[in-house]
T-cell receptor
C-alpha cells in the first residue's frame, strides 16, 4: 500500500517563485527521501533526511521532517522552468530489510 | 560508471507471452528492486533483493519472478503476460538499506495487447 501521500497533486507557479510540496506517511521510518522525475524518464534522488533530523538543505532545496506528525515538506526556492517535473517522497522503514515506499507524487509546472 | 542499465526500453507483448526485463548495475550495490509505475498510482514495489541469492516479494509480486545470481544483475521475468501488466518498469539499487538514496534505471515501457 502507498506509504506517502503528497500534497498538492499538482502545482503551477511562475519562474522565481518558491514551490512547496508536502508529504505525509503512516508508519515509523528510518529516513525519508525526495525524488524528481522528468516526463518519461527515470527517478533522480534529490535529498535524504533521517528520522533524527528535522531540516536539511541542498542547494535550492530545503526539506523538513516532523516525525510526530509523520510529515515532510520540500521547498524549492527561486524556481526555474527546468524544475518542471514530478516530485515523489519515499520512505524507508526502520525494521527488517528496508525498501522504499513511494507516494503518488506532485506534478510541478514552472512557467517562464 | 554506467549506473543502472535497463533493457529493453520499449516492448510490446501479446497476452500469454513471457519475457525477461534486464537490469544491471556497476556500483557494487547490495540492494536492488523492481517497481512498476502506473498513472496516478506512483511506484509500487514488485520484488527486491538484499544481496546475491536473496530475494523477497514486494507489494505487487503476482505474475513476476526474480532471481539474483550475481551482485550486478537482477532480471525480472513475466511468466505469462496479461494486459494488467502494461506499465512502466523501473529497476533501482542502493548500497544498503538505510545508507543512502537509490539510483534508478531509465525504465522499460511495456505494453501487453
Amino acid at each position: 500500500s502507498q506509504q506517502g501521500e503528497e500534497d498538492p497533486q499538482a502545482l503551477s507557479i511562475q519562474e522565481g517563485e518558491n514551490a512547496t510540496m508536502n508529504c505525509s506517511y503512516k508508519t515509523s521510518i528510518n529516513n525519508l527521501q525526495w525524488y524528481r522525475q522528468n516526463s518519461g524518464r527515470g527517478l533522480v534522488h534529490l535529498i535524504l533526511i533521517r528520522s533524527n533530523e528535522r531540516e536539511k538543505h541542498s542547494g535550492r532545496l530545503r526539506v523538513t521532517l516532523d516525525t510526530s506528525k509523520k510529515s515532510s515538506s520540500l521547498l524549492i526556492t527561486a524556481s526555474r522552468a527546468a524544475d518542471t517535473a514530478s516530485y515523489f517522497c519515499a520512505t524507508e522503514g526502520d525494521s527488517g530489510y528496508s525498501t522504499l515506499t513511494f507516494g503518488k507524487g506532485t506534478m510541478l509546472l514552472v512557467s517562464p | 560508471n554506467a549506473g543502472v542499465t535497463q533493457t529493453p526500453k520499449f516492448q510490446v507483448l501479446k497476452t500469454g507471452q513471457s519475457m525477461t526485463l534486464q537490469c544491471a548495475q556497476d556500483m557494487n550495490h547490495e540492494y536492488m528492486s523492481w517497481y512498476r509505475q502506473d498513472p496516478g498510482m506512483g511506484l509500487r514495489l514488485i520484488h527486491y533483493s538484499v544481496g546475491a541469492g536473496i530475494t523477497d516479494q514486494g507489494e505487487v509480486p503476482n505474475g513476476y519472478n526474480v532471481s539474483r545470481s550475481t551482485t550486478e544483475d537482477f532480471p525480472l521475468r513475466l511468466l505469462s503476460a496479461a494486459p494488467s501488466q502494461t506499465s512502466v518498469y523501473f529497476c533501482a539499487s542502493t548500497i544498503q538499506g538505510g545508507k543512502g538514496g537509490y539510483t534508478f534505471g531509465s525504465g522499460t515501457r511495456l505494453t501487453v495487447v
